[in-house]
């Protein structure tokens, strides 16, 4: 049975300082510390604790595609991803710029991991991420729409202060798409980081839009300022 300062605790959703308790109790330092000495104790256990929490729900809520971590990538410059260019941007000061940072290269080479593994790092600094498919946040726009919920979205979209789309390029922008796309891109520009992964190279990005004054805005938005890593070599889906 738990101790009744131990449920105690835990009813004032104190899980940290219930926890660190437990362990001083087991560790029979209870007789051995002062209230001075150990209630600093139970303080920084709850506080490590309510961390912990904050970044793994802003972890959950950023729906990033795979589990990724800066400290597993892979850094060769021979496929593009070097230890220098990555750790310019674990400052975070690009998303306190609202920089645009542009990840393209073929299929397997990695594009959507290094975008995650920025994504949740951002998140254990605190950072809101919202992780989307091009197409994902498209169609999540267009049901928004039907059902009058659109700009609600597109205040949300804002509010997070690092929005990665993956994927971009997979299908070509029409109407309406294009129109949400710019929004997207009008909103934070300069103001919030955005994270854009794709295979086609920026070069044939203007093609992707059927209206070419579109085109323009958005890659006016895009190009200018932004990071860039052009990933290379074999598929890594084939090595593992």
Not at 185 to 194: F, G, S
Request: aromatic share 6%; glycine share 8%; net charge positive.
């Amino acid at each position: 049975m738990e101790q009744p300062i131990t449920a105690t605790l835990k009813g004032l959703k104190m899980p940290g300082m219930a926890e660190c308790w437990k362990s001083m109790e087991e560790t029979h330092q209870l007789d051995k510390l002062s209230l001075r000495d150990g209630l600093p104790l139970m303080i920084q256990s709850e506080l490590d604790n309510r961390e912990t929490n904050r970044i793994g729900k802003l972890i959950r809520n950023a729906g990033f595609r795979i589990p990724a971590a800066i400290e597993e990538l892979d850094f060769d410059p021979s496929r593009g991803v070097s230890q220098e260019s990555v750790f310019q941007l674990l400052n975070g000061d690009y998303i306190k710029r609202g920089i645009i940072v542009i990840i393209s290269g073929p299929t397997g080479t990695g594009k959507t991991y290094l975008a995650n593994a920025l994504g949740e790092k951002a998140c254990r600094q605190g950072y809101k991420v919202a992780y989307f498919t091009m197409q994902k946040v498209l169609d999540s726009i267009r049901i928004a729409r039907l059902e009058g919920k659109d700009q609600k979205l597109m205040e949300k979209i804002l509010k997070m202060d690092l929005l990665i789309l993956d994927d971009f390029g997979m299908k070509t922008l029409e109407g309406q798409q294009q129109n949400d796309f710019q929004q997207i891109l009008d909103d934070r520009y300069n103001r919030k980081a955005v994270i854009i992964s794709s295979q086609l190279p920026v070069s044939d990005w203007h093609a992707l839009f059927k209206n070419e004054l579109i085109a323009d805005a958005c890659l006016d938005r895009i190009v200018h300022k932004s990071v860039r890593f052009q990933l290379k070599g074999e598929s890594l889906r084939k090595k593992y």
